[in-house]
């Protein structure tokens, strides 16, 4: 998973301000919680493909937020698996993910 660091250096952040910090904090949980539900507990985190697929998560989230855009097909694609991940792991059939 990619630090505070190299994602502020990724999306090209280079000012210091606790709300952005807060905001790219939380973007890492998010593509952690991802991680996990896509490839599972235990995913190779030092993996450079991971932390590629983290950043490219996080930059997608961090540069669309404006509500009344129309969100991007990648954006859609990604919410539509994060609700399927989530929605698989609620069913609580036993299957580790």
Not at 40 to 55: C, I, N
Not at 79 to 92: F, H, T
Request: hydrophobic residues 40%; negative net charge.
């Amino acid at each position: 998973m990619p630090t505070l660091v190299e994602v502020r250096d990724y999306l090209g952040v280079d000012w210091v301000d606790e709300a952005t910090d807060r905001r790219i904090n939380g973007l890492i949980s998010v593509a952690d919680s991802f991680m996990v539900g896509s490839l599972g507990v235990g995913y190779p985190g030092d993996d450079p493909r991971v932390k590629e697929l983290s950043l490219i998560i996080i930059g997608q989230l961090y540069d669309n937020t404006d509500p009344i855009a129309k969100v991007s097909n990648s954006i859609q694609k990604m919410v539509d698996d994060m609700s399927l991940q989530i929605r698989l792991e609620m069913r609580g059939d036993g299957i580790e993910v």
